[in-house]
């Protein structure tokens, strides 16, 4: 496979392959990224060229740290983003063995079981390439609880250690929240003002609100094509059925989207560096990172254009079967499972419902039923 060329209009990220990873063609094979390698970092941000380690396998920590960068023009932290280096594991396991021997006084035999996992810890995370103990986030926890449940389901082990082990609450809560009004406000003024490589302001615009009102995810949007617009509508997808789906989209959105200037074939918001999926849409979460950044949102995510679609879908009294068509989700248990505490008027449907059997049964007027 040929070598990864350079583009100098933006910042590549990409895993560096160990001589132990399975899934990678080659050392230098920067597609493949379904692996815990090291990322690094490759490209021109302001005058520095950069090819370094980001001291990270996360690969959305990863896209936020890069993302940062390009906001501010520089990959030099500001003054007040300087902070202490953070926590080794390492270091991590001197304190805690410093504290269970001195500390809390712990038996030899305790030590020693202390000691033998704190050992298997490290080898782990030198496989996966972690330096640091904030790297073994609450993600990976729940992986490796997910590994011994299966493992127990299965019946290879007798009883799963895991079980028991609490991780960190609803880690993606907030992913899951649609936007406030008066945050999509910000996001659009950001998104006129924010500083971009290769794509315009009125280009970044249209792929916001082609999120918002259309529901799509990033990496469905990020493919468009001119020809999938038919007059003010989109085409979503194609039911079993045969029956195509379509969302009508508001004419300022429309006008936005008919300036874009193509710039690879019929592909509205994909050039030719970023002919994949996953690399465009890598490219669209970098920017709006930085957009997110600018609007001062709390825990912007593209997803979240999505669930603010259905969510005022549900508000404004929509059927959930009519938005689960909409969302192209294969159940109703599916939109059920993510929208059910948004629908407006749940609770007065299901007690118009429970009134209407009132008139089979009959109402008790003083102490004799009297049918209706």
């Keep these: 496979m040929p070598r990864f060329r350079y583009n100098g209009d933006v910042l590549s990220i990409f895993r560096l392959h160990g001589p132990r990873c399975s899934g990678k ?19 021109k941000c302001g005058d520095r060229f950069l090819r370094q380690s980001l001291h990270t396998s996360n690969w959305q920590k990863a896209q936020r740290q890069v993302a940062a960068a390009e906001s501010r023009g520089s990959w030099d932290p500001l003054p007040e983003e300087v902070q202490v280096p953070p926590l080794t594991i390492a270091e991590a396991k001197e304190r805690f063995l410093k504290d269970a021997e001195s500390g809390r006084r712990l038996g030899d035999s305790t030590l020693r079981k202390y000691r033998l996992m704190l050992l298997h810890l490290e080898q782990f995370a030198a496989k996966k390439g972690f330096l640091y103990l904030k790297q073994l986030d609450g993600e990976s926890l729940e992986r490796v609880k997910a590994l011994f449940r299966f493992a127990s389901e299965n019946d290879w082990i007798d009883a799963n250690p895991a079980r028991l082990v609490r991780g960190p609450a609803n880690i993606r809560d907030t992913q899951k929240l649609p936007f406030e009004p008066v945050e999509m406000d910000r996001i659009v003024e950001a998104c006129r003002q924010v500083r971009l490589q290769g794509c315009t302001n009125d280009n970044l615009l249209a792929f916001v609100l082609v999120l918002r009102y259309s ?5 469905d949007a990020s493919m468009l094509t001119i020809d999938r617009f038919k007059d003010d509508d989109l085409f979503l ?33 994909t050039g030719p560096e970023s002919v994949r999926m996953e690399t465009a849409s890598d490219l669209w979460r970098r920017k709006l990172a930085q957009a997110f950044t600018l609007a001062k949102v709390q825990s912007g995510h593209p997803h979240r254009f999505r669930h603010t679609f259905a969510v005022e879908l549900l508000k404004k009294g929509v059927p959930m079967e009519e938005v689960s068509i909409l969302l192209g989700h294969s159940s109703l248990r599916i939109t059920e499972k993510h929208y059910a505490s948004w629908v407006q008027a749940r609770q007065e449907i299901l007690k118009a419902h429970v009134a209407k059997t009132w008139e089979t049964f009959g109402v008790i007027e003083g102490g004799k039923a009297k049918v209706r």
């Design 215 to 219: 529901g799509l995810r990033i990496g």
């Design 237 to 269: 997808y194609t039911q079993k059925s045969g029956t195509h789906v379509y969302v009508p989209l508001p004419p300022f959105v429309m006008n936005l989207v008919r300036a874009i200037k193509l710039r690879h074939g019929q592909y509205l918001f």
């Design 25 to 43: 063609k080659s050392k230098h094979d920067r597609t493949y990224r379904r692996c815990s390698c090291p990322i690094h970092v490759e490209g």
